[in-house]
């Protein structure tokens, strides 16, 4: 096994509150650096302290602004790579444009497999995320990376409510996730079937497959963007007899309008991850954030200490 010096961590701008909920966990300090935005827009980053030989882990997560906090990220992986970091881990929370991993229509790019191909010629030796939208983006990169879950974290809460509830997801395409969320609640599950309107590239909630009458319903995905999805599955539970109905998902990108949407719908909670930073204005009087710096912090500690990943999830 090679061996490797100090764990090192570095916080870039996208998620600065979970890296240091990560260090507390693996007690290790933030290392300082600087990151420079100059009025051009170019970025700058210059270390404070020698990584020679150390295993550095590089925690960034590509919240918004999206695309500088990807440039902030390749530009970090270089500088700590010409610094001769032993070994860099990029540990993205949340990794950008991973509903971008087919051709699905003709002339259209696949961007993450080119934001994986960027990571590495960046000089990144391993990648960690969470949740990522599309699973068979993991072989996109050459270089080794753990593709993990917060689902883990959303079961053990919704655990501790003892809801005689059904677990729902809001399109098919979810369905194998779903199946396994309501498997370790031991909860019946049901689905949204979507179709496509007429002519128009716009999928609406039609039918839901399973019942809910008289039942409390969790909806669970992965990320919410605008929210479209999910409003019409709550509304299409609650005209199917739901009684109170709980939203989960582990990525809050809350793009406008979503707050506006849940702030309307008849929801009793919310849960989410701090994947990604909420501001202030979209955080809700129902909205429970949990942190994933437990499951992060613990898979860098393994990694470090060439410790198994899968025992995490006894696999």
């Known amino acids: 096994m090679i061996s490797y010096g100090d764990i090192k961590l570095f916080a870039g701008s996208g998620c600065p509150d979970l890296a240091q909920r990560i260090a507390a966990y693996v007690h290790r300090p933030l290392s300082k650096w600087d990151i420079v935005q100059f009025p051009n827009e170019n970025l700058f980053v210059k270390l404070k302290e020698s990584v020679r030989g150390q295993d550095v882990y590089l925690i960034q997560s590509h919240a918004k602004p999206v695309h500088r906090n990807l440039m902030e990220m390749l530009i970090a992986i270089d500088c700590l790579k010409r610094d001769s970091a032993g070994r860099i881990t990029a540990v993205i929370p949340f990794m950008a444009y991973s509903q971008s991993d087919k051709k ?3 002339r259209v790019p696949i961007t993450a497999r080119l934001l994986a191909d960027m990571i590495e010629a960046a000089g990144a030796d391993r990648w960690i995320t969470i949740d ?3 699973e068979q983006i993991q072989g996109f990169y050459k270089i080794p990376g753990d593709s993990l879950t917060a689902f883990h974290i959303l ?4 655990r501790e409510k003892h809801l005689d509830a059904v677990i729902v997801t809001p399109d098919l395409g979810f369905a194998k996730r779903g199946r396994n969320f309501a498997a370790n609640l ?3 599950l049901a689905f949204v079937e979507k179709r496509r309107r007429g002519n128009e590239d716009i999928r609406e909630a039609v ?3 399973g019942s809910v009458a008289d039942k409390d319903v969790i909806i669970v995905d992965d990320l919410v963007d605008t929210a479209g999805s999910m ?3 709550v509304q299409l539970v609650k005209k199917n007899g739901a009684k109170d109905v709980y939203v989960t998902f582990t990525h809050a990108v809350l793009s406008d309008p979503a707050t506006d949407r849940f702030r309307e719908l008849p929801i009793t909670e919310i849960v ?4 990604i930073p909420i501001l202030p204005e979209k955080m809700l009087p129902n909205m ?3 942190t994933t710096a437990s499951l992060l912090g613990e898979v860098i500690l393994r990694s470090h200490e060439g410790r198994s990943v899968g025992e995490l999830f006894n696999e």
Not at 272 to 275: A, I, L, R, V, Y
């Open 104 to 106: 699905d229509q003709p």
């Open 186 to 188: 031991d909860m019946p």
């Open 155 to 158: 079961v053990d809460y919704f």
């Open 288 to 290: 429970t954030v949990l």
């Open 207 to 209: 039918t839901l497959i």
């Open 231 to 233: 409003q019409q599955a």
């Open 272 to 275: 989410t991850t701090d994947t």
């Open 132 to 134: 990522l939208h599309a």
